[in-house]
């Protein structure tokens, strides 16, 4: 059963139980309303429900080995049918879900100007990504070929030569080690500059 069909009844006991000016029942509510498609256990857990929200709104006896045996109304019955019930106290929920819903399933437009920024700035972004790779890649592989050369004409080429020679070499092996650091960190500082300056551009 759905929670509006319940709201539903549950306001249709109150204004069965505000008509009357005596005890019922819970049979009688049955007999009126549910039967015979719903158990009397039903009604009872109806009642029990309109008990949770506000025990004020019905006066409830027990009896008969039943929790809830007599029915009547109270002066709370009427100024909460007055205010709408269930079903308008319902309708205000499905209200308040259906405006979350639409709130978290909405999400902002972007305006025509936002839109052609994005798309601007897209293609730029990456060219300038691929960019920053290339530069990057072609320093480390230019490093890479100068010390395998320093490698090679340094330790491959079998030949001998006397020790004085031998640290004069290793000494001029290490201030080209030195130049080449500088002149690649040189080129770096000279790649980022001009991609902060591509990036500066409109």
Request: hydrophobic content about 40%.
């Amino acid at each position: 059963m759905s929670e509006f069909f319940k709201a539903e009844l549950k306001d249709r006991f109150l204004e069965y139980a505000l008509e009357r000016n005596d005890y019922f029942e819970i049979q009688t509510l049955y007999d009126e309303f549910l039967r015979p498609n719903y158990s009397l256990q039903f009604a009872e857990k109806l009642i029990k429900e309109i008990q949770e929200y506000d025990p004020e709104l019905l006066d409830v006896m027990s009896g008969n080995g039943m929790d809830i045996f007599m029915l009547a109304s109270t002066p709370s019955t009427e100024d909460f049918l007055e205010e709408g019930g269930f079903m308008d106290m319902y309708v205000k929920e499905e209200e308040k879900w259906d405006a979350f819903v639409e709130q978290l399933s909405s999400t902002r437009k972007l305006s025509k100007d936002e839109k052609q920024l994005l798309k601007k700035s897209s293609p730029k972004l990456k060219r300038e990504k691929t960019l920053l790779i290339v530069l990057i890649s072609a320093i480390a592989i230019s490093f890479l070929f100068t010390l395998i050369s320093i490698l090679n004409s340094s330790f491959l080429e079998p030949e001998y030569v006397p020790a004085d020679e031998f640290e004069r070499r290793m000494e001029q092996l290490h201030l080209q080690y030195i130049e080449e650091n500088q002149r690649l960190e040189e080129e770096l500082k000279e790649s980022r500059n001009l991609l902060d300056s591509i990036m500066r551009s409109p």
